[in-house]
């Protein structure tokens, strides 16, 4: 059983930045893409970012040029750098591993870590 343990929310005013890492108790990055999931409540979990096997990634519309996923091979750690936060970037962010091929091992998610931005 894979774990993912994310840290680094919190509270920032508009304009501010976080760093949000998850690290996973298992080297699967070879195995699986990573990525970050945010969720309003009474929402669905919406992708923001995501950073495959091969090491390219894909951003939501409205976090691009703000945020960047990275990968840490060494220390099984996946970043979240959010730079320029917004109101409307409030919410829960999950992480996620989702297995290559798709339907060949678990889905895993983090515990999910409050981001909040506010004056």
């Known amino acids: 059983q894979v774990q993912l343990v994310e840290s680094g929310g919190g509270s920032v005013p508009p304009g501010g930045s976080l760093r949000h890492p998850c690290v996973a108790s298992?080297?699967?990055?070879?195995?699986?893409?990573m990525g970050w999931y945010r969720q309003a409540p009474g929402n669905g979990r919406d992708l923001v970012a995501t950073i495959a096997s091969g090491g390219s990634s894909i951003y939501d519309d409205s976090v691009k040029g703000r945020f960047t996923i990275s990968r840490d091979n060494a220390n099984n750690t996946i970043h979240l750098q959010m730079n320029n936060l917004k109101p409307e970037d409030t919410d829960v962010y999950y992480c996620n591993a989702a297995p290559l091929p798709v339907g060949s091992r678990d889905v895993y998610w983090g515990q999910g870590t409050q981001v909040t931005v506010s004056s």
């Open positions: 298992e080297n699967i990055f070879r195995v699986y893409d």
